[in-house]
């Protein structure tokens, strides 16, 4: 049998049809039907805690958005309860540990990388603090849910010495002083409700 042009638009046709049957069927049945994965914005603020033998340690970072792509974002740090001698690894630490800056970039739907960075600061002979460290964080992490996170990370410090230039960073080939690993678990910070005072006593009008 030879196939004419018109006999083979036909069987297309129906070829079509058939498929397209199919397709209804299997959504209508709810089989083979992918949701889409879910993609979570680190916009926000995070309460984050880092398990350690003295105890966790716990920071508040609040994350903006950079840029309209949604790949880089700002942060600052706040941590709750300073360390500012590094568990007795820098002794002239006094201060300044308190207040970190974070630069985060998108690595995947719901994955990061982010670095921070805070100093650690002694009182000086004149009127500003000296530095004793400058510490660096690398963090990688993955939003889990639409509240929550958890990542892995190290430390570098770095002694003020390493900043020969004074610029605010470790110069150019600097080894850390001291590198230890972390693990960060996050939750978003949300509305939460105030509480309901007690009633005022009433007072006696003479």
Not at 8 to 24: D, G
Not at 71 to 92: D, S
Request: aromatic share 6%.
């Amino acid at each position: 049998m030879v196939n004419t042009p018109n006999r083979t638009v036909v069987v297309l046709l129906i070829l079509a049809t058939s498929f397209m049957a199919l397709a209804w069927k299997v959504s209508a049945d709810g089989v083979g039907q992918v949701e889409p994965e879910q993609v979570w914005s680190p916009v926000g603020t995070w309460l984050v805690s880092s398990p350690t033998p003295a105890g966790n340690i716990l920071l508040l970072h609040n994350i903006h958005a950079q840029d309209l792509s949604g790949t880089n974002f700002g942060g600052i740090v706040k941590q709750v309860n300073n360390n500012p001698t590094f568990f007795g690894m820098l002794p002239e630490g006094e201060s300044g540990v308190d207040l970190w800056v974070s630069q985060t970039r998108r690595t995947g739907l719901n994955t990061y990388q982010s670095t921070l960075l805070y100093y650690v600061t002694k009182e000086g002979e004149g009127p500003l603090e000296e530095t004793v460290a400058i510490g660096v964080v690398d963090c990688h992490w993955t939003i889990t849910g639409p509240d929550t996170n958890e990542g892995q990370a190290t430390i570098s410090i770095y002694l003020a010495a390493q900043d020969a230039d004074a610029d605010g960073l470790p110069d150019e080939g600097e080894e850390p002083t001291i590198c230890m690993p972390f693990v960060v678990t996050s939750r978003r910070m949300g509305h939460m409700p105030g509480c309901v005072p007690p009633p005022m006593p009433e007072v006696p009008v003479e």
